[in-house]
């Protein structure tokens, strides 16, 4: 495989990967960038597990980045969930509407998670990768991936019914009218 097959083969999961964890497209086209460069530094070709490594390179690119700009985190514009997946079917407006308020809930709620369990989020539900390619990538046991996993679902899971509560006490205080 030469160096350009490997960047195509893996670029669109290496780039996806490092726009959900850092929301932010230039600094996601970055670090996947440097990634690259990182690779090509590397004797590459003798590497066993190769998506596993790459990914492993990028995430860890990624967390030293959020590392480094902990404070611009908040900042940083809303993930655009819906431009990735758009479809030749015209949505109506409403949908649209729906989905991007959806995508912005989500996504608010992702910010508020810690970075480890923020990255085991991605990194599942995003980056479609299995709990072994998890651990692999953040080398961590595959225990450790699942508890955060889990963690991390119960905490959004809280999050999504005390705004779905307070949601609700709203609409009955308008229910009698």
């Not at 086209?29 to 590497?47: L, N, P, S």
């Not at 072994?132 to 991390?152: C, N």
Request: charged share 30%; hydrophobic share 40%.
């Amino acid at each position: 495989m030469t160096e350009r097959e490997l960047f195509d083969a893996y670029n669109k999961d290496v780039y996806r990967t490092c726009y959900y964890m850092l929301r932010n497209k230039q600094d996601a086209e970055d670090i996947c960038h440097d990634v690259f460069i990182t690779i090509f530094r590397q004797d590459w070709k003798d590497v066993e597990h190769t998506r596993a490594w790459i990914m492993r390179i990028a995430m860890n690119h990624c967390l030293n980045l959020l590392k480094k700009n902990q404070t611009q985190r908040e900042k940083q514009q809303q993930i655009q969930w819906s431009h990735e997946q758009t479809t030749a079917v015209v949505k109506s407006v409403d949908t649209i509407l729906l989905e991007k308020t959806v995508a912005a809930e989500w996504e608010e709620l992702l910010k508020q998670l810690p970075d480890k369990l923020m990255a085991v989020v991605t990194l599942r539900y995003i980056g479609e990768l299995s709990m072994v390619e998890i651990a692999e990538i953040l080398a961590v046991p595959v225990g450790t991936v699942k508890s955060r996993l889990h963690k991390a679902l119960k905490i959004l899971r809280k999050k999504l019914e005390s705004n779905h509560n307070s949601w609700l006490k709203g609409e009955n205080q308008f229910g009698t009218l």
